[in-house]
């Protein structure tokens, strides 16, 4: 039985008596709120996790339209709800509907954020967040229903509602299938990565934590601090480009990459990957450590003065706070490790969706990391403070749980470890047979620079195997510094008699790691580092 911090309600309760929309509500929620701590920083965002908590429970309440009013419940005017936007007491308004999230606050720790939505509209924050305009988030928050207000005042409080964050969106490829639309994130089918050591940038898999910034390259401006403290320098893009200017092959791979097989163990949180949300490029830019000199500063891997690098986006909330994210300064400050603030992909100026005009790319670690529409570089003897780097993109005990969960006591995930995927032939597809043998063909990566060694493959449940040929590896690159993937292929000879096969895959890297066999000892409860073994079933022909 789950430990809980509040004591419940039980289901037999809830039969006998459905839930009540004044304050006493409160109690109720509290008993599961606490799955959502820190995983987001937004309201929208936290009663979408919470919803896999208490959905069941709020489709058991009597309850009226979301948003709609409510006659029972007293009506308020526009000036009661501002007059409630301190700590001790947060109103917000969603429709015509009031309600009071106080608890709720003072146990998130986005609080901050969430305030500024105290005394208003909630609408804009869901604008920002689009994958929570769903029917259950809607019915989640009318648990915290408190009032009604009218029409008119209702209008008042959402006047920010009305200007979409996401109007100035990039066209993407109809090739992308999309995980969410608000903020955009998706992948490509995994069969076209195979097609090219280096993914081209219209199907290269795209992951937005936020509104794509429309940035002006003539005014775009860098700002490097040497210091939290500090007083900026500047650089305009001519600047950064003015440098000695480096190319290196690096994959990026989102630290979600094939959550979708791990949550078929238990359910996690987060976007439900495929093995696609990586690819390959060659990326071009400056190095870190020479705009740091230009800036005026000595960057020093071994200087105890500056223990980590912060990247700051120019993508921002509702609240104006950036996607941020830091890395080791004995990565950043190296120059075998090759970090850049790259401006080309692949050869070609960088997109909006791969962070034009500027992003930071930091080989051998997790796309989070690699922080795109660069603002600012900071020079720290701590840790980045941001969201994304405290709260998320951390790996847990499989008998971790929303329950039990402290992002304070894990760290922030940096390399990546060891994984492979099967790309062809597709999961649950009829596959002819020639010459009585099956080609499979994938990617494999390891985080850290370490170079694969060896992609083993078995249909046959790992009673035999055959070592898979490289088709795609950057031959030029040290064994400690290989940043890209390798493509990968192997023709497998099938018994006349085999009509269908599990396909398994695993990789090993120069330091001899190798992935799990299962995702079972390796569940997470954010679906992070899935590299267990790839299986992909097929029928034969």
């Given amino acids: 039985m789950k430990r809980l911090l509040f004591k419940t309600v039980s289901q037999n309760d809830l039969a006998k008596k459905s839930l009540s929309y004044k304050h006493t509500t409160i109690r109720f929620i509290k008993v599961k709120v606490i799955a959502g701590v820190g995983i987001t920083t937004c309201v929208g965002y936290s009663f979408y996790h919470l919803l896999g908590n208490l959905k069941n429970e709020v489709k058991a309440a009597s309850k009226p339209s979301p948003g709609e009013p409510d006659n029972t419940l007293p009506w308020y005017t526009i000036s009661d709800v501002q007059n409630h936007k301190d700590s001790n007491s947060i109103w917000v308004v969603f429709k015509q509907g009031v309600y009071d999230i106080t608890q709720f606050v003072q146990m998130h720790p986005g609080g901050d954020i ?79 990565l195979v097609d090219n050591f280096l993914t081209p940038a219209d199907i290269f898999y795209v992951r937005n934590h936020l509104p794509v910034p429309v940035i002006d390259e003539v005014s775009y401006r860098l700002e490097i601090q040497g210091s939290p403290h500090a007083q900026p320098v500047s650089f305009s893009l001519e600047d950064i480009k003015k440098l000695p200017p480096v190319t290196i092959t690096a994959a990026v791979m989102c630290a979600g990459n094939r959550r979708s097989e791990m949550s078929q163990v238990k359910p996690v949180k987060g976007l ?126 499989p008998s971790t749980d929303w329950d039990t969960v402290d992002f304070s006591k894990s760290p922030a995930i940096q390399e990546l470890p060891v994984i492979s995927a099967i790309c062809l032939p597709a999961p649950d597809t009829k596959v002819e047979l020639e010459n009585q043998t099956l080609d499979v063909q994938g990617y ?19 009673r035999s195997w055959h070592v898979a040929k490289f088709t795609g590896q950057d031959s030029q690159a040290p064994l400690t510094r290989h940043w890209g993937w390798t493509l990968w292929k192997v023709t497998i000879p099938v018994d006349p008699n ?44």
């Fill in 114 to 192: 969430i305030m500024k939505a105290a005394g208003s509209s909630i609408e804009p924050f869901w604008a920002m967040y689009g994958v929570h305009m769903q029917d259950e988030v809607f019915e989640l928050l009318e648990t915290y229903r408190i009032g009604n207000i009218s029409m008119e005042d209702s209008k008042l409080a959402a006047k920010g509602a009305a200007s979409d964050p996401y109007a100035f969106e990039p066209v993407r490829s109809f090739l992308l299938k999309a995980t969410s639309l608000k903020p955009f994130n998706a992948e490509p089918p995994a069969s076209l």
């Fill in 272 to 397: 439900s990957w495929g093995p696609a949300a990586v690819g390959n490029a060659t990326w071009t830019g400056a190095r870190l450590v020479d705009v740091l000199r230009l800036a005026g500063l000595n960057p020093d891997p071994d200087d105890r003065n500056v223990q980590h690098v912060h990247f700051e986006g120019l993508d921002i909330d509702l609240a104006r706070t950036p996607y941020a994210a830091s890395i080791p300064a004995t990565k950043a400050l190296d120059p075998r490790g090759d970090v850049i603030l790259a401006y080309e992909m692949n050869g070609e100026p960088l997109t909006r969706d791969h962070g034009a005009p500027l992003r930071a790319v930091v080989p051998g670690v997790v796309g989070a990391r690699n922080v795109k529409w660069l603002g600012k570089v900071i020079l720290s003897p701590s840790e980045s403070t941001s969201h994304w780097q405290q709260n998320d993109y951390k790996g847990f005990s």
């Fill in 444 to 462: 494999a990566w390891s985080g850290g620079g370490k170079a694969i060694v060896r992609v083993d493959v078995t249909i046959d449940q790992g």
């Fill in 498 to 541: 085999t009509k269908e096969v599990e396909i398994w895959s695993k990789a090993v890297d120069a330091s001899y790691n190798t992935q799990p066999e299962s995702f079972s000892n390796v569940w997470n409860l954010r679906g992070v580092l899935a590299n267990a073994y790839h299986r992909v079933w097929v029928s034969l022909t």
